[in-house]
């Protein structure tokens, strides 16, 4: 079974920038897509971007394009997500997932990782 770890969560201040991690074990990330999910104080949670297993085809919701850049790290398993000019809209915790069958930010996803929180204060 797959089993997703996120990482790279923290505090940073507005206008930063912070890179999210997913790694895994149980598995090769390289035979799923991944999904960035979000989820902030109070809201529910939200697609923020996905890549496709070769990282050929990206998605992004508005709230990040612009600002965030989906990728893979070849070699060494993981996904990450590099985020710049920071608000504190950006704060929540957040989540990546698996997609096997690559239908993109909609999903659906199988597995899920526990987060990581991003706080972004002003």
């Known amino acids: 079974q797959l089993h997703l770890v996120e990482s790279g969560g923290g505090l940073v201040q507005s206008g930063g920038s912070l890179t999210v991690s997913c790694g895994a074990s149980?598995?090769?990330?390289?035979?799923?897509?991944i999904g960035w999910f979000r989820q902030g104080p109070g809201k529910e949670r939200e697609g923020v971007s996905w890549?496709?297993?070769?990282?050929?085809?990206?998605e992004y919701a508005d709230s990040g394009k612009g600002r965030f850049t989906i990728s893979r790290r070849a070699g060494k398993n993981s996904v990450v997500l590099q985020m710049d000019n920071l608000t504190t809209d950006d704060t929540g915790v957040y989540f990546c997932?698996?997609?096997?069958?690559?239908?993109?930010?909609?999903?659906?996803?199988?597995?899920w990782g526990q987060g990581t929180q991003v706080t972004v204060s002003s």
């Open positions: 997932a698996s997609d096997p069958w690559e239908h993109g930010l909609r999903g659906p996803f199988d597995y």
């Open positions: 149980g598995g090769t990330l390289d035979y799923y897509a």
């Open positions: 890549i496709s297993t070769t990282g050929h085809r990206t």
